[in-house]
């Protein structure tokens, strides 16, 4: 194979409940391009901190988190850039530090209750000159990871509200500014971008119009069947945070409280 030769490695883009993962399902059903298949947040939790919530979380959790979420992508799309068959991938490296400095400006957790959230942001002060300077070595890290892998960016703009369906422990606001910052962040790379919008057969069309890419399977199909996958995954996910947490007492919700706002409040 021509050394010189780089395949497609497109990156569905977007923040919270903007259908990244059904518009990445289903083209990799429809193209036969393999997807990047990362563990989920929500997957990483059960093994991480069996039991936890993220609401619950404390800073060094959310940031173990990200750190093993990071590895499972990089080892992911490491395994699919060796065999040079190219891949799609559901958001990227870039997304997920965005993810975090949005955390920095609105508070580290903003799907906790509003009383939570304001102590955390009192306690949580002398903190942040320490976590800007931890975003700003991780920035480092993601942007060659970025430069290096990454070939084509999708975005997939906000058309809808955020689903309450627990899966997205973040606010309006958050998914707003996240919105904003994704897109200015990729704006800094030169390879070619796209935003699609639509229903998920529109949004595939389009890419699949864009990049002229093969098609195996009718797209109607492969949305169907990429719907059909996500939500077994969920209910299977969802089923395993359930079996694995446990209400409480008043004892242990005091301490762990104590905990998530002492880790907060470290000093730089």
């Keep these: 194979m021509n050394k010189d030769y780089k395949p497609l490695n497109l990156v569905i883009s977007g923040t919270y409940s903007t259908g990244k993962t059904t518009t990445t399902t289903a083209l990799s059903i429809a193209t036969g391009i393999p997807m990047i298949n990362a563990l989920s947040a929500r997957e990483i939790l059960t093994d991480l901190y069996p039991g936890r919530r993220f609401q619950d979380m404390n800073l060094t959790e959310l940031m173990a988190l ?11 799309e490491a395994e699919l850039d060796t065999l040079q068959k190219g891949f799609i991938s559901d958001g990227s490296v870039l997304n997920e530090w965005i993810y975090g400095t949005v955390r920095l400006k609105i508070g580290i957790n903003p799907g906790a209750a509003f009383f939570h959230q304001m102590v955390k942001a009192v306690l949580g002060i002398p903190a942040k000159s320490f976590l800007k300077k931890y975003m700003q070595a991780y920035e480092q890290v993601v942007s060659l990871h970025t430069e290096r892998t990454y070939t084509h960016v999708v975005h997939l703009p906000i058309e809808f509200e955020m689903k309450k369906d627990g899966h997205r422990p973040v606010s309006e606001k958050y998914r707003q500014i996240s919105e904003v910052d994704i897109r200015q962040e990729f704006a800094k790379y030169h390879f070619p971008q796209y935003e699609v919008r ?28 990429a719907e059909k996958i996500i939500a077994t995954n969920r209910e299977a996910v969802s089923k395993k945070i359930i079996e694995q947490y446990e209400k409480p007492t008043l004892k242990r919700k005091s301490k762990n409280t104590f905990k998530i706002l002492k880790s907060e409040a470290l000093p730089c």
């Design 198 to 225: 639509g229903t998920q057969e529109e949004r595939l069309e389009q890419i699949i119009d864009w990049l002229d890419l093969p098609v195996v399977v009718p797209i109607q199909e492969a949305v169907l069947r």
């Design 66 to 76: 990200g750190l093993k979420r990071m590895e499972e992508r990089i080892k992911a």
